[in-house]
């Protein structure tokens, strides 16, 4: 994981106002819970929470991919994004020419489809 993706999953934590140790503690206990209904012989619910655990990890997976996508994501010192702020200015070109003389456009003439 590069220190980008590390800072954008340690803002979104903080955000939600939970540190690292609860994560570890809640997917500990999950799978704890998981393993208790598979040796007591309970298929169905075993299988859910299997599933519903696979989904989670790859929807968690799919918002670290789709944040670290964003181009020039800056994350502040209180652990939050910070969007950069576009300036108003407008930069004109100094050497191009000042008005640009419209073109005659013709529709070329094609040939019948048949």
Do not use: C, R
Not at 66 to 95: A, F
């Amino acid at each position: 994981m590069s220190n980008k993706d590390a800072l954008l999953e340690q803002a979104a934590i903080t955000a939600a106002g939970l540190q690292p140790t609860h994560i570890l503690g809640v997917f500990f206990l999950l799978i704890l819970v998981i393993v208790v209904f598979a040796l007591l012989n309970l298929k169905k619910i075993t299988w859910a929470l299997l599933l519903l655990v696979n989904i989670l990890l790859f929807a968690y997976l799919m918002k670290l991919t789709v944040d670290g996508s964003v181009k020039e994501t800056i994350v502040g010192p209180d652990g939050k994004i910070v969007e950069k702020e576009e300036s108003d200015d407008d930069e004109e070109e100094e050497d191009g020419p000042t008005s640009t003389p419209a073109g005659n456009y013709e529709n070329p003439n094609l040939p019948p489809i048949s």
